[in-house]
């Protein structure tokens, strides 16, 4: 009696110890990640009615940790023209993005060098299985009696960059 009592205690604790160990580590559930490349579109300007005049606007990136344990690593922030060309590389280190931290990168309204086609490669990792950060960029440009505004959100392209 004593012995049964022993040894489904042990396998009581055992299951409990695996079940712990398998939630901790587990990165299967898709909205999970230990790192990704994220494209984000951007839009130095757009072009207006039919006279295709260029409408100028200012571009931030924003990237927000929302995750509320874990911080997250910022290992690369590159901002690219309509061809494809990487115009300026925003990090030099990695920058460490604390739980429910943010960061932004702004691209002035004069800076037209993106053009309608910019974007911005963003890879991020994490020692733990994280929630992915939401990246987007905010477009605002006003001229004459005119504002416009508008948000672009990121796409994973690449997931799991554990560097």
Known sequence: MRLTKYIIGLIFAFSILLT????????SRPELSTGQTIY???????YCANNERPFPLAVTLS????????????????????????????????????????????VPEKDESGGSGANFIVEWNSDKCSNPPIVETIMIGTRGGQGLSFTSRGQAIVDSMSK
């Open 20 to 27: 712990v160990s398998t939630v901790a580590q587990d990165c």
């Open 40 to 46: 984000v579109p951007a839009y130095s300007h757009i």
């Open 63 to 106: 990237i927000r940790n929302i995750d509320q344990h874990n911080a997250i690593k910022i290992r690369r922030v590159d901002y690219y023209e309509t061809h494809g060309k990487r115009i300026v590389e925003y990090t030099d280190s990695t920058i460490v993005l604390a739980p429910l931290g943010s960061l932004r990168y702004v």
